[in-house]
């Protein structure tokens, strides 16, 4: 038989329940424009445009010429679990010890394990919606209940805890919370997690907490709900490295959690990872505890290119744009375009040259707007605001 065998592909049932991160798709169509001459404004990918502060690259090279080049334990580095849990202690006002900490690949494995190692099939799972994409997936993929609470416009994107309360019931077994928050830029405030963790009562509902984009607040105060007492115990604190020191390419982030939860994301480490990339975690710790200035100082970039954005968009028909409290993208409602969020992305991708994402790639409530994010030189976010306004000009 010289005919090459067909078979076919019999993927696991689960995987039809599997979602994705747009942002990367867009970003593939927009590259394949470029590909044939077109000239495109990047304006869909959530990542710093800078680059990895120096003294945290000198500090990756010099660990690769020390030789860390081997595998470490699967929780992390002790000395970088340690640097966590000292910066977890301060910043968050709680006891964070170094059992408390796993260290993985960037911020989404702790998503993921979290969901794994917690929720069981049938369980519901509360989620912000527009929201990060990956939550929803995952609690699908997982069979769970994807339960989602609207962030609202009226409110800044933050979410309405009365209506939390009223979600939560007997099978409700985990809650997300990201603040600040993307795709909305929204931030919870002190008021609203000390609300949060009222409707939660004594339950014994645990929280994942984002807060990836934590040193990226514009105005005011970052809160954690791990700070309010009795919560601790029942909070998986979520933060990492790719936002705060534009390090998204090196793979780092980690998860603050109750020790006994810890082994066994540890666990889930060995099973996956095995672990972290060791010469990547010397360098966190030098992204930790060397110099901050780089950190305020893109804070404070992306803060005047959120506010050429904002005040921009605003000036376009069927824009209206809120001004984001965090994080590095806008989120205006385009509702009185009349237009389909998907599909006025989709055109001012190929008509118009700009990289955008429609709302409704992080769920449904994301219909009616787009996200922007403001990751990109003041120069291109002007050229985007020029080819979106000269758009909206000729086809609204
Ligand atoms: C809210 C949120 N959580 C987690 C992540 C994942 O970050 P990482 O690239 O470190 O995995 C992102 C990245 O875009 C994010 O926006």
Redesign the pocket.
């Known amino acids: 038989m010289n005919k090459a065998l067909q078979t076919e592909l019999r993927l696991a049932k689960r995987m039809a329940r599997l979602g994705t991160e747009t942002a990367f798709e867009v970003l593939v169509k927009a590259r394949a424009l470029e590909a044939k001459g077109r000239d495109i404004v990047h304006l869909e990918i959530?990542e710093p445009d800078f680059d990895t502060p120096e003294n945290i690259i000198d500090a990756g090279c010099d660990a690769l010429h020390k030789g860390f080049t081997h595998y470490g334990p699967s929780a992390g580095l002790p000395q970088l679990r340690e640097v966590i849990a000292q910066y977890v202690s301060g910043t968050r006002r709680v006891n964070a010890t170094p059992d408390e900490v796993v260290v993985v690949p960037?911020?989404?494995p702790i998503?993921f394990f979290t969901i794994l190692a917690l929720v069981e099939e049938g369980d519901e799972v509360i989620y912000p919606n527009p929201g990060?994409p990956?939550y929803e997936s995952m609690i699908h993929f997982l069979g769970a209940k994807a339960v989602p609470i609207q962030l609202r416009e009226d409110l800044d994107f933050r979410l309405d805890v009365d209506e939390l309360g009223g979600l939560i019931n007997d099978r409700t077994k985990l809650i997300i919370l990201?603040s600040p928050?993307?795709p909305t830029g929204g931030v919870l405030t002190k008021q609203d997690i000390a609300s949060i963790a009222r409707a939660i009562g004594d339950r014994d509902i645990m929280v994942l907490s984002?807060e990836?984009?934590s040193r990226l607040i514009f105005e005011g105060e970052h809160h954690s709900i791990m700070s309010v007492d009795g919560m601790k115990e029942r909070c998986i604190l979520?933060d990492?490295f790719?936002?705060t020191y534009a390090m998204?390419g090196w793979?780092m982030?980690y998860g603050v959690m109750r020790a006994d939860l810890a082994t066994h994301i540890a666990r889930l480490m060995t099973n996956s990872n095995s672990c972290t990339a060791s010469f990547t975690q010397v360098a966190g710790i030098e992204a930790i505890r060397g110099p901050q200035g780089s950190v305020d100082g893109m804070c404070a970039k992306f803060k005047q290119r959120r506010d050429i954005m904002v005040t921009g968009l605003n000036q376009i028909k069927g824009f209206s744009c809120r001004l984001p409290k965090g994080a590095f993208y806008v989120f205006p409602n385009i509702q009185k375009t009349e237009w389909p969020s998907k599909k006025l992305a989709d055109a001012l991708l190929d008509e118009a040259g700009v990289a955008a994402l429609s709302g409704t790639a992080f769920g449904d409530f994301g219909e009616g707007y787009l996200r922007f994010s403001v990751a990109n030189s003041i120069e291109n976010i002007e050229k985007a605001l020029d080819r979106v306004g000269a758009w909206a000009k000729k086809n609204l």
């Open positions: 959530g960037g911020g989404k998503i990060f990956i990201n928050q993307n984002d990836i984009y979520l990492g790719s936002k998204t793979r982030g």
